[in-house]
């Protein structure tokens, strides 16, 4: 079974950095690629990135020069490192693994 722990998720002021963390368990996670998604309050869900097993990586065009993609395949974990945020990106970040699988997700609020 496959199960994620999503956290990082918090409130923070305009201008702050974040890390939001995933860690995975249940399925081959070195193999896998691992992206993040994002869910903003009367919005559809969009994605924000994605890195492959090669390392390989790819951003969507809001994200690119502020947010970075990682994983630790010995931890089974990928990192979403977020900076220069702005209210707009206020959501509920989920990892999906393989684009098969949904966590909770973990509530990223920016207000001052």
């Known amino acids: 079974q496959v199960q994620l722990v999503e956290s990082g998720g918090d409130l923070v002021q305009p201008g702050a950095s974040l890390i939001l963390s995933c860690a995975v368990s249940g399925l081959l996670f070195s193999s896998k690629p691992m992206a993040w998604y994002r869910q903003a309050p009367g919005k559809e869900r969009e994605l924000v990135g994605f890195i492959r097993s090669d390392g390989g990586f790819y951003y969507t065009d809001f994200a690119k020069g502020r947010f970075t993609i990682s994983r630790d395949n010995d931890k089974n974990t990928v990192y979403l490192q977020m900076t220069s945020l702005t209210a707009e990106d206020s959501a509920v970040y989920y990892c999906?693994?393989?684009?098969?699988?949904w966590g909770q997700g973990t509530q990223v609020t920016v207000s001052s």
């Open positions: 999906v693994p393989g684009w098969n699988y």
